[in-house]
Every structure is written in structure tokens, then in C-alpha cells.
């Protein structure tokens, strides 16, 4: 009996945004968020860790391949503050509602 090869979810990229120490939001892309947060937290990560800590994840979106999560994780960077703080409402009001 021949096996056949399972191809890889190409949609299980996600965009996330963490709260840091210092306030400041760092939004980046992954296929393993735990391993990729442990990672900041080890400053083994993004070079943006080296002078904070990562506290928690306050955003999340699903349903990316790498090309739709790189190009919304630089819409997301490109937002003000206060816009990004809109969009983490926004998506907690949704599990609240």
C-alpha cells in the first residue's frame, strides 16, 4: 500500500501583535506562535527583544499563507498606536459580543 504525503497547510501563518514591556506593541508573522514568542522571550528572536520582554499576546489573525501575513503584518506596522490599539479592541469586542 503506497503512503501518501500530507502537503503542508499553507494557510497556518498567522499575524500577531504583543503587548511588550516597555507598552510598545511588536507585531510580527509565524506557523508556531509559542515557539516563535519563547523565542523574543530568550532574545534569540527579532533584535527588537534586546531591551524588553514580551508580556502577552494581544492580537491574533488566522488563515495566512506567508505571502497574505508578510503584507498584513506591514499594514499592521504601518498604523498609528492608536489605530493598532482600535484593531485589538475591535477583535476583543468580537469575542465578547
Known sequence: MAQTA?????SAWL???LLCSDDSFYTGITNNLERRVAQHA?????????GRQPRKVVYLERGHDRSSASRR?????KLSRRA??????????????
Open 6 to 10: 500530507e502537503l503542508p497547510d499553507t
Open 84 to 97: 493598532k490599539v482600535e484593531l485589538i479592541d475591535s477583535a476583543l469586542n468580537q469575542w465578547v459580543d
Open 73 to 77: 503584518e506591514a499594514e499592521i506596522k
Open 42 to 50: 530568550a532574545k534569540t528572536g527579532a533584535k527588537y527583544f534586546r
Open 15 to 17: 499575524v500577531y501583535i
